[in-house]
Nanobody, 122 residues
Framework: QVQLVESGGGLVQPGGSLRLSCAAS????????MGWYRQAPGKERELVAL???????NYADSVKGRFSISRDNAKNTVYLQMNSLKPEDTAVYYC????????????????WGEGTLVTISS
């Protein structure tokens, strides 16, 4: 079993900053990728930022230059530093991880956190 636990959401004014954290725990052999998705009210879930084991990073165009993803491999934790926040960044942010649970698990499985609410409002 693998669990993803997010933290760091909240209410912040436009222009402010927040830092999200997501820690993976449980049976983890290797992590192929970790990242963040978000879902705003009435919209589909979308990629925000993804960091692969090869250190490739993908950002949504809407967050480039404002958000930064990083990872602490020793802690199996991924972070999302969000700066210059806008009202349109308001959403539930979900942690995502693609994890192999042991050496015989060749393809890995996809895991999601429960989500953390980020609200940008004055």
């Amino acid at each position: 079993q693998v669990q993803l636990v997010e933290s760091g959401g909240g209410l912040v004014q436009p222009g402010g900053s927040l830092r999200l954290s997501c820690a993976a725990s449980g049976s983890i052999f290797s992590i192929n990728a970790m990242g963040w998705y978000r879902q705003a009210p009435g919209k589909e879930r979308e990629l925000v930022a993804l960091l692969t084991s090869g250190n490739n990073i993908n950002y949504a165009d809407s967050v480039k230059g404002r958000f930064s993803i990083s990872r602490d491999n020793a802690k199996n934790t991924v972070y999302l530093q969000m700066n210059s926040l806008k009202p349109e960044d308001t959403a539930v942010y979900y942690c995502y991880a693609w994890i192999r649970v042991d050496a015989t698990d060749l393809t890995g499985m996809h895991y999601w956190g429960e989500g953390t609410l980020v609200t940008i409002s004055s």
